[in-house]
Structure formats: structure tokens, C-alpha cells
């Protein structure tokens, strides 16, 4: 069985459920119009900060504010392609079709990661101009320092979380488990973590805290974390290896 | 061909299935049966590869399901109709499968048109009655044009029509060769459709023979005398010779004798010594069901509330002594008791020889060596001892006599042909 065949029916079964378009669409849809809608805002703000506070300004960043609902989003997206054969029972045709695991696994989620990667770019992308068209005078151009990697990096932000999603659901093999204990880890619980000063040592570490690191092209007031942008979606990937194995040894291991 | 060595499946505590071994041939419909949850669907997912056998193995064709190199195209499986994402049309769900083992789009509405389903092709299959689900399952079974194929309740929810047509589609895949295995609760479909039954009951294996074996073997026919009504003495008269004959009779509700152990000659010629009239000498030949009942009432998990109640009180008539299965032997948690019984059946007869593989062999003993052309009460010797003598032997599960076993024990071992 070659993976070509394979992939071609991930995609096939990818393209051919609603959920795929919705999901992404609202990914972008959230991720540029919240990021307009900041930008906008924050055009006043920019306005009347003193020149120490201009320096740790970010207009890049500023834009990709939405990502923090767009992420979301890429979360039920990841959860519903890897979800949908489990709460289906598709799983065991597929399986029945597919003896080999692995093959399965990774050529599903490589199917999803690439499309995923696709709609995240092109948003990313929008988002940042249309983002910086909104903050006028104060907007970032994309041959400065560090933006045009800030805008390539929220792309593979938001195609990580889904990647996450993609092997923790796996791992849970239950689309409504992983949704319960995704959204409100990546909505409520690493935001507040990251934000109270007594546990942002550990939070730092955690795989959206970490990854949203290289979206940004100048450190903010304060910042304490001990890498860099590209270390910080280093520390992401791991996560999202992580998971990866989970899942994969789950797979192979448990009974369909 | 299917080849099953020692399956054994155990999930925690619970033993789904037991030491399980069997041959499915090509050629012919090979009919899988046992009662609810008697590991059926667990053996069927063991032989796809879906779920590991804690013990022992199942290859297709010499090969462990998930070592096949092009699965989908050697082999097909229906296991559940419902195992489809629903917000996927029937003909993206074919197409998906497809493209899996380079089979052409062309292929997927062929066999959309093979299953009568090229009119709701690009319906949501969430849509979807049972029976459409079977078809799709079907459809996708087929799509590979493989050499085995395994079907798993095909006929749930179908109308007669398409009843009719999977018997026939089963029949023809086989005729070309095919190795078929379906499993189904439907005794009188498969009683139409297959020609070999494997009946296995709480995980292990019962029975694995032709079905005309089968019947021959496990639901002893009889033969229903009735003698003039108005003579009541005449019937007691018959029933103490032939009794002293080795028969053993017993009464039917409308006055009617039941007789087994002897041939109708036979019965015929007694009658005739001691002078009593005859109404009626019929043969009675027992279904499938009768024959399915008879051997699996013993390893049925999932009982009625109200059979329940009726088994616990003693048996009424026709307690057969010395029939305690030997399944109750040391260690063995007990006899699941047989199901209250209106009707009666009769003991099998003696096996001689293991029905079926085992562990020990490759090539399966001939089924029970009982030619099915003759009339299945004719060969009856119920007192017989069962031939396997060793550990629990083939017994069968008697009469009605012991409903006195308790239930409650969640018996693994099952009286007749355990091992």
C-alpha cells in the first residue's frame, strides 16, 4: 500500500465533511477580524504613549491578536479530523482498510497539517495587513526586523495548535473529551497561568505560551522568558511531538 | 482461507473468547453463530487485525491480517453498518476506501449500483436507514473484489428483498470460490444461505461442522406415535415396551408420545408384537433453530427477566438422570443452567471424534461421521457416553431437568464440547 494512496483518501475524506470548511473559515475569521478590531483600538493608544512606551510597542503583534480565538477554532478543526473516526466508528473501517497504523495516523494528519498550514498562511498574511492598515501611522512594514518571521511564525502557530489537537484527540480517541479539555486549557487556563506572576516561570513552557513567542517582534515590558522566538516554537514543536507519540503508540497498542 | 489457532481475547476479568480455533474454507458460505455477546464481533475483529488476541493467532491466508500486503483488496469486511461518518456522502465514503488501495472511482459506482444505492450516491449516509447502511457496508466489502470476505449481522435491518438478495449475493461470491464468513442470529437465514456453521457460545468453540451435520447431530429428531385415544391403556401398554426396548417416550400436552432411541421399524414392529394400534408414526426432523437451541441453550449470557423466573423452578417433566454436563467439574464455576424449556429436545447423540481442530491438529476431524440422508432419530442412543471422555466431554446440555444449576455464576465453561 503506498502512502500516496493513502494520502489521497485522507483527502478525500478531509475535503468531503462540513466541518473542515467551517472550522478553518471561522480560523481566519476570527483570527482577522478580532486582530482588525484591536488594531483599530489600538491606533488611540499608540497615540498618546510617552516614547519609553513606544519602544516596547508592537504593532505586529497587535495584529495577531485574534489568533487567541482563531486557535481555538484550529483546535476543533484538529479534534473533528482525528474525532470524527472515533465518535463515527469509521475508525475500525478504516482501520480494517489500512492494517498499517502508522501509515494511517501520520498520512491523516500530514493531509491535515498541510491544509491547515494553508489557511493559517493566507490568514496570517491578511491578518497582518489588514491589521496594520488599521493602526495607520504607527503600522509595522514587513521588511523590518523580525516581521516578516513574526508573520510566518503565526502561521505555524496556529497550524501547531491544530497539530496538537490532531494528537491529543488520538490519544483520547473521543472528540467531546478532547474539546473539554482542550478549549478550556488554551482559552482560560495557559492565558491565566502565563499572566499571574507566581506561576509564569512554569506556564512559560506551556506549548501556546511558548509557540505564541514567535509572533512577536519586540519583547514585551517585563519579559522574563529565557528564549528566543524561534526557542520558544522550538518548545512547541516538542509539545506537539509529544503528543504525536502519544497518540501514535495509543493507536498501535489499543484495541480499535 | 481463515485459519484461527487458540484465539483467546480477554478484556480485564472478563474472557470474551476462549482457546478458539477453526478453518474458514473458500468455497463455501461459512456461517458463524452464538448467542448475544458470545464473542462473535470480538472474533470477527481479532481476524481484521482491529483488536489483539491476548493468545494464539488468526491469519488470512497465511498471513496475520495486518502483515497483508493490500489488505482491501484480499480482504472484505461489513462489521458495522453504522461505521461510517455520517456527514460523508455514500459515494466520498466508497471513494475514500478506494483510493486506499488505488481501486479507480469507476469501481465505486459500480458497486454502488451492485447494492441499489446510485440513487442516494451523494446523499449524507447520516440519512441513512439500517438497511441503506448494510447496503454501503456491502458495497464497501466489496469494493476490492476480494478473494475473503467477512460479514458481520449483513441482513440486520434489511427488508426481504434484500434479505433475499445477500443470500444470494453470499451464495454467488462462494460459488466463485470466495471464502465467505457471515455471522448472524438468524437461524432460518442460515439455514438457507450457509453450508459449514462454526457455533461457538461464552467465547469458545461448540460446534464446527456442515449444517446438515449440524442438524443431524444436536436437535435429534423423534418420532411422534399416537395410539387410539380412546384406549388409554394402549398407550401405557406401548410406553412400557418400548421403554423395555431402550426408547425413552415421553408425553406430549395433546396425548401424543414422544420417542426417541429407536427407529420407526422398530417402533413400528413393538407396537405390533404387543398389539397396539397405531394413529400416527411420524418422523419428526428438527430445524436449525431447534438444533442452534439445543446447543447453545447452555451458553446463552442474556436472558429474559421471565425466562429467568420460569428457570428457577424445577424442571417438570423428563429429567433425564445421569445427565449432569460434565461441565461442572472441579474449578469450573458452574453450569449455566439451560433455558426453561416449553418444548423438549432431545440429547445429542454420541460424537465420536473432536469436531472440530482444536489446538492440537491442523486438519480438523471429519464433522460427526452421521450420514444426513438418514433419519436423525433413527441413530439416537442418548445414554450413550460421549466419546471424548476427557476433561468436560460433550454431554450436551439435557434436559429440562437441569434448571437446577445456578445462573448466577458467570460460567466460562459451557457443557458441551468445552475444551
Redesign the interface.
Known amino acids: ?2 502512502a500516496g ?2 494520502w ?3 483527502w ?2 478531509i475535503r ?4 473542515t470548511g467551517t472550522t478553518l473559515a471561522l480560523a481566519a475569521v476570527f483570527t482577522i477580524g478580532l486582530g482588525f478590531l484591536i488594531s483599530a483600538l489600538s491606533k488611540n493608544e499608540f497615540a498618546k504613549m510617552d516614547a519609553h512606551e513606544l519602544r516596547f510597542a508592537d504593532p505586529t503583534f497587535i495584529s495577531f491578536v485574534g489568533t487567541s480565538l482563531g486557535q481555538l477554532a484550529m483546535i476543533v478543526f484538529g479534534v473533528m479530523v482525528v474525532g ?2 472515533y465518535s ?6 478504516s ?6 497504523r502508522g501509515l494511517f495516523l501520520f498520512s491523516k494528519i500530514a493531509v491535515a497539517t498541510l491544509l491547515a498550514f494553508v489557511v493559517a498562511l493566507v490568514t496570517s498574511f491578511v491578518t497582518f495587513f489588514v491589521g496594520q492598515a488599521a493602526l495607520g501611522p504607527y503600522k509595522a512594514s514587513l521588511g523590518d526586523p523580525g516581521v516578516l518571521r513574526a508573520v510566518i511564525g503565526a502561521a505555524l502557530y496556529m497550524t501547531l495548535i491544530a497539530v496538537f489537537a490532531m494528537g491529543v484527540t488520538t490519544v483520547l480517541r473521543s472528540p467531546m473529551l478532547s474539546l473539554g479539555i482542550l478549549m478550556p486549557l488554551f482559552f482560560l487556563l495557559t492565558p491565566i497561568l502565563g499572566n499571574v506572576p507566581a506561576t509564569r516561570k512554569v506556564a512559560q513552557y506551556l506549548p501556546d505560551q511558548a509557540g505564541g513567542k514567535v509572533m512577536q517582534v519586540v519583547a514585551p515590558e517585563g519579559d522574563i522568558a529565557p528564549y528566543g522566538p524561534w526557542g520558544g516554537f522550538g518548545i512547541m514543536v516538542l509539545w506537539v511531538l509529544a503528543a504525536l507519540c502519544c497518540g501514535w503508540l495509543v493507536l498501535k497498542k489499543r ?2 | 482461507m481463515i485459519e484461527a489457532v487458540g484465539l483467546t481475547k480477554r478484556y480485564g476479568a472478563k474472557t470474551a473468547v476462549y482457546n478458539l480455533s477453526f478453518q474458514v474454507r473458500p468455497g463455501t458460505v461459512t456461517g458463524f453463530l452464538g448467542p448475544n455477546g458470545s464473542g462473535k464481533s470480538t472474533t470477527m475483529r481479532m481476524i481484521l487485525g482491529l483488536d489483539r488476541p491476548t493468545a494464539g493467532h488468526v491469519t488470512i491466508g497465511g498471513h496475520p491480517f495486518r502483515e497483508l500486503p493490500n489488505a482491501p483488496r484480499q480482504v472484505g469486511a461489513l462489521l458495522d453498518a453504522k461505521a461510517v461518518h455520517g456527514g460523508r456522502s455514500a459515494r466520498n465514503h466508497l471513494l475514500s476506501l478506494a483510493q486506499l488501495s488505488g481501486i479507480p472511482a469507476s469501481r465505486v459506482d459500480e458497486v454502488l449500483g451492485v447494492v441499489g444505492l446510485q440513487d442516494v450516491a451523494k446523499r449524507r449516509s447520516s440519512g441513512f436507514s439500517l438497511g441503506m447502511g448494510q447496503r454501503l457496508g456491502i458495497a464497501a466489502a466489496l469494493l476490492g473484489d476480494p478473494q475473503v470476505l467477512l460479514f458481520d449481522e449483513p441482513v440486520n435491518g434489511l427488508d426481504p428483498e434484500g434479505i433475499l438478495w445477500v443470500r444470494n449475493l453470499m451464495k454467488m461470491l462462494a460459488s466463485e470460490g470466495r471464502t465467505v464468513f457471515v455471522s448472524s442470529h438468524l437461524m432460518s437465514e442460515m439455514a438457507l444461505t450457509a453450508e459449514h456453521l462454526i457455533v461457538i457460545g461464552r467465547g469458545q468453540l461448540l460446534s464446527d461442522m456442515s449444517v446438515r451435520d449440524f442438524i443431524a447431530a444436536n436437535s435429534a429428531g423423534f418420532a411422534r406415535v399416537r395410539t387410539p385415544q380412546t384406549e388409554p391403556q394402549q398407550r401405557e401398554k406401548l410406553t412400557t415396551v418400548l421403554t423395555e426396548a431402550g426408547g425413552r417416550v415421553m408425553s406430549e400436552p395433546d396425548g401424543a408420545l414422544r420417542v426417541t432411541g429407536l427407529a420407526l421399524p422398530q417402533i413400528s414392529d413393538l407396537a405390533h408384537e404387543a398389539d397396539v394400534r397405531l394413529w400416527e408414526l411420524a418422523p419428526h426432523q428438527a430445524s436449525l433453530e431447534e438444533a442452534y437451541m439445543q446447543m447453545t441453550q447452555a451458553a446463552v449470557d442474556y436472558r429474559s427477566t421471565d425466562d429467568q423466573l420460569a428457570g428457577f423452578q424445577q424442571g417438570p417433566q423428563g429429567a433425564l438422570p445421569g445427565q449432569l454436563p460434565p461441565g461442572s467439574a472441579p474449578g469450573a464455576p458452574g453450569v449455566p443452567q439451560g433455558p426453561p424449556q416449553l418444548g423438549w429436545y432431545a440429547p445429542p447423540p454420541p460424537q465420536p471424534g473432536q469436531p472440530h481442530p482444536g489446538v492440537r491438529g491442523s486438519v480438523p476431524a471429519p464433522p460427526a461421521p452421521v450420514p444426513a440422508d438418514q433419519n436423525p432419530y433413527a441413530q439416537q442412543a442418548p445414554e450413550a457416553a460421549p466419546a471424548a471422555p476427557p476433561a468436560p466431554a460433550p454431554a450436551g446440555p439435557a434436559g429440562p431437568g437441569l434448571t437446577k444449576n445456578d445462573d448466577s455464576t458467570p460460567g466460562s465453561d459451557t457443557p458441551e464440547d468445552a475444551r
Open positions: 500500500m503506498h494512496y493513502v489521497k483518501s485522507e478525500t475524506k468531503s465533511v462540513r466541518s470524527g473516526e463515527t466508528g469509521m475508525i475500525r473501517t482501520l480494517a482498510a489500512v492494517p498499517r484495541d480499535a
